[in-house]
């Protein structure tokens, strides 16, 4: 079976139980790349429990408001979801959730992304994991899961796509609920995502930055786009010329 991977098919799926309908079939796509998703097979094979938090794991894990984790995809998102079953129970009571999210639910979510970065990590916070992949498995700040602060803003986020918005979807008239309650922040005349209420490590700790740039320092040098100057720790010394 192909991955379900778009919000369209996400909540097909999720609600699909609820249209009194037996079958539903979605036609996606343009000329040969076309495809159809036989939503009513899927719901059956994946089940009532899973079917019900689709959306919220579908917003967790990325979609097309919330952020996704660098470089895990959906696959090895569900695969981790199989060999971690205690993330269902919590995605059920995240679906319910009308106030702040609880630190018992943060907890279970938080192993979640411990193991989705590194499945025999026996850490149980984010902050503890991340400091264990770089000082003890030489991971890059790219290859390490958030910090707990920036990952709850993360949880915020999905909650309010999955649980605001997308569980009120076959709603005639939908409950409002504040985006600066839930990990959203108004910037001019949009919503941008807060990605953490604590100071970035771009500003607290410049010295663990490093560019692997052997020439001149492009556009895409890790320096140049945090705004800072090379260092000895470098690739090129600290003795390029940004261009």
Same mark, same amino acid.
């Given at each position: 079976?192909?991955?379900?991977?778009?919000?369209?098919?996400?909540?097909?799926?999720?609600?699909?139980?609820?249209?009194?309908?037996?079958?539903?079939?979605?036609?996606?796509?343009?000329?040969?790349?076309?495809?159809?998703?036989?939503?009513?097979?899927?719901?059956?094979?994946?089940?009532?429990?899973?079917?019900?938090?689709?959306?919220?794991?579908?917003?967790?894990?990325?979609?097309?408001?919330?952020?996704?984790?660098?470089?895990?995809?959906?696959?090895?998102?569900?695969?981790?979801?199989?060999?971690?079953?205690?993330?269902?129970?919590?995605?059920?009571?995240? *679906?319910?959730?009308?106030?702040?999210?609880?630190?018992?639910?943060? *907890?279970?979510?938080?192993?979640?992304?411990?193991?989705?970065?590194?499945?025999?990590?026996?850490?149980?916070?984010?902050?503890?994991?991340?400091?264990?992949?770089?000082?003890?498995?030489?991971?890059?700040?790219?290859?390490?899961?958030?910090?707990?602060?920036?990952?709850?803003?993360?949880?915020?986020?999905?909650?309010?796509?999955?649980?605001?918005?997308? *569980?009120?979807?076959?709603?005639?008239?939908?409950?409002?609920?504040?985006?600066?309650?839930?990990?959203?922040?108004?910037?001019?005349?949009?919503?941008?995502?807060?990605?953490?209420?604590?100071?970035?490590? *771009?500003?607290?700790?410049?010295?663990?930055?490093?560019?692997?740039?052997?020439?001149?320092?492009?556009?895409?040098?890790?320096?140049?786009?945090?705004?800072?100057?090379?260092?000895?720790?470098?690739?090129?010394?600290?003795?390029?010329?940004?261009?």
């Amino acid at each position: 079976m192909r991955t379900v991977d778009t919000d369209v098919d996400v909540l097909a799926i999720a609600f699909f139980a609820q249209l009194s309908v037996s079958q539903l079939w979605i036609h996606f796509g343009v000329g040969r790349s076309t495809r159809c998703t036989a939503v009513h097979e899927v719901s059956n094979c994946l089940g009532p429990v899973k079917c019900s938090v689709l959306p919220v794991f579908h917003a967790l894990t990325g979609c097309d408001t919330t952020s996704a984790f660098y470089k895990k995809g959906k696959k090895t998102a569900w695969l981790t979801w199989k060999a971690y079953p205690d993330l269902t129970e919590a995605m059920h009571n995240l *679906s319910q959730v009308t106030a702040d999210v609880s630190a018992q639910i943060v *907890s279970v979510l938080e192993r979640f992304v411990i193991l989705l970065y590194d499945r025999t990590s026996e850490c149980l916070s984010l902050d503890q994991a991340r400091k264990h992949m770089f000082t003890k498995k030489a991971k890059t700040l790219e290859n390490i899961p958030p910090t707990s602060n920036a990952f709850l803003q993360h949880i915020r986020q999905a909650v309010y796509q999955a649980v605001h918005c997308w *569980s009120h979807s076959l709603e005639v008239q939908m409950p409002v609920f504040d985006p600066s309650e839930w990990g959203w922040c108004k910037g001019g005349d949009a919503w941008l995502p807060q990605w953490t209420t604590i100071p970035q490590v *771009s500003q607290m700790c410049q010295e663990l930055l490093c560019c692997s740039c052997k020439k001149a320092c492009t556009s895409r040098c890790k320096c140049v786009k945090a705004s800072l100057p090379c260092t000895s720790l470098c690739q090129c010394d600290s003795e390029c010329d940004k261009t």
